[in-house]
């Protein structure tokens, strides 16, 4: 809904372990020489410790190597649609899908409905599963908070789960807008969540002429918490327009639970989701993404220009980084191109090297509001992320590489995990790297999957290898036949009985 101014347990310490390594040593990095660069519908575990990081660091300048762009458009409503605009855009499973803001007259009730495209390129052009240049699949509710207006997805997809969190709206009343959740196994169709109540209403801390409310939210998953940016014009930190993002977090997706809240000192726990103690960008309509090749969060936000990303450590404490600049046409905030864990995809050819920044953003102004949503992009080059262990294990997460021995090491969760046969690492990696970056050396071998290791299955549990009376889940038996693994099944209660290890699943692909 556009603003105007008119009105997992074992993985997640790991991760979180791995993280404060990383960062404590990003204030190595060199600097790097420059290549350049209508009415309502408008705007069970404690939170993980902070990482200390020096707050006198100053800004590295990136290199970026020159910039991309659709020629035209790339998605379309279609139909009747007179607007199309806050896209939410997924790498998921080889293709990309995007989800955003329109209004179609077939689908009811009357008001904002959120779209669904897919494509395998980013210039598009992206179709609905209808083959239609887009497909509503989340409308109004009818009777509750979001009866008419369902508006700004922002997606993600945690173990199978899609998680699609929204602005929604009953009518075009003041402060009326509010934060929902949905959650789906496919990506196109939705079950309220939270018994279709909101997890984030307007906080009315301070009355200003932008009556917008809480909305705009964008959601990240990183070392087992989500991470919710969001916009409120009542929030007590918001600017005199209204503008302001806040962030929340919790493990738990509908933050019914151990929610913190962002302050001037890092994270503080918060009795519910109502503080507004912060806001990190002087904006309306931000997306955000947490980069591994960097140990960092990036907002993408409109600036006078295109769009500008800046970046925060991850106790927003420092910004490591100058911002960047995406110019170019613009008429309403931008949606980033991400893994499905809301973490920016990954360069198959150089992770150490190389981040993509892509996104897509509303171009021009359609009679009714936003539209012409089109691609933008850049490569930001000229640093090694796998100069030092910590960042090393950050950037080549899911990537397997040779080991000394021999042998392939797969890294995943910030560890090291050894497997006698390549065509078993090869089944379970994004990518087997041809050289080993010498900053692995320092990493310990977490477990040694051998021929014949045995495996366990549960039914709605999954399966795994049983290495040292822990179990390390796979994605499928194929891995268990490529190592020679006798398949032994187990009931679920069974299985939640042993220590886990982690999960050789690899990150989102």
Not at 216 to 225: K, R
Not at 346 to 353: A, E, K, M, R, T
Request: glycine share 12%; proline share 8%; hydrophobic share 40%.
């Amino acid at each position: 809904m556009r603003v105007t101014h008119r009105r997992r347990r074992v993985v997640a310490a790991v991760v979180v372990a791995v993280l404060v390594a990383a960062l404590a040593v990003a204030c190595t990095l060199s600097e790097a020489a420059p290549a350049g660069v209508p009415a309502a519908r408008e705007p069970s575990a404690a939170p993980a410790p902070e990482p200390v990081v020096p707050a006198t660091r100053e800004p590295v300048r990136l290199t970026t190597r020159a910039g991309r762009q659709s020629p035209g458009p790339v998605a379309y409503g279609t139909g009747d649609a007179p607007y199309n605009y806050a896209p939410s855009v997924l790498w998921d499973g080889g293709r990309y899908r995007m989800w955003w803001c329109s209004q179609l007259g077939i689908a009811n009730p009357p008001g904002d409905d959120i779209l669904l495209a897919e494509s395998g390129s980013m210039d598009g052009p992206f179709l609905g599963p209808d083959g239609r240049g887009g497909t509503p699949v989340f409308s109004g509710s009818v009777a509750r908070f979001d009866a008419m207006h369902t508006c700004d997805p922002s997606v993600l997809k945690v173990d199978g789960t899609y998680y699609l969190y929204y602005t929604g709206a009953a009518g075009d009343h003041a402060h009326g807008n509010a934060i929902g959740l949905a959650t789906s196994r496919d990506g196109r169709v939705w079950t309220r969540a939270n018994g279709g109540r909101p997890l984030v209403t307007a906080a009315r801390d301070v009355k200003r002429d932008n009556t917008y409310g809480a909305g705009q939210p964008s959601v990240i998953y990183l070392a087992g918490l989500f991470y919710l940016m969001f916009t409120d014009t009542t929030g007590q930190d918001s600017g005199h327009n209204g503008a302001g993002q806040f962030v929340l977090r919790s493990p738990d997706p509908a933050f019914g639970r151990d929610v913190a809240a962002l302050g001037r000192d890092g994270f503080q726990p918060v009795q519910d989701t109502s503080a507004r103690l912060r806001s990190v960008v002087d904006a309306f309509s931000a997306d955000w993404m947490w980069v591994d090749a960097l140990a960092t969060f990036a907002i993408a936000h409109e600036t006078r220009d295109g769009t500008t990303i800046t970046f925060w450590d991850w106790g927003f404490r420092s910004q490591g980084y100058e911002p960047l600049l995406l110019p170019g046409p613009w008429r309403e905030g931008p949606g980033l191109v991400r893994r499905a864990d809301g973490h920016a995809v990954v360069s198959l050819d150089d992770p150490c090297g190389t981040v993509a920044i892509d996104l897509v953003r509303a171009t021009h102004e359609a009679a009714a509001g936003p539209s012409g949503l089109r691609h933008f992009g850049l490569d930001v080059t000229g640093f090694d992320a796998c100069a030092e262990p910590g960042r090393a294990v950050l950037a080549l997460d899911g990537f397997a590489v040779p080991s000394p021995s021999r042998t392939v090491d797969l890294i995943v969760g910030g560890q090291i995990v050894r497997f006698d046969r390549r065509s078993v690492a090869e089944k379970l990696a994004v990518r087997i790297l041809a050289r080993r970056p010498e900053a692995l050396a320092g990493v310990e071998v977490a477990a040694h999957v051998k021929p014949g290791t045995p495996v366990l299955r549960a039914p709605g549990r999954g399966i795994g290898f049983l290495l040292d009376d822990r179990l390390w889940r796979i994605s499928s038996a194929e891995a268990a036949a490529l190592n020679s693994s006798a398949v032994g099944d187990t009931t679920p209660q069974e299985w939640d009985g042993y220590e886990r290890g982690l999960d050789l699943v690899g990150p989102p692909r």
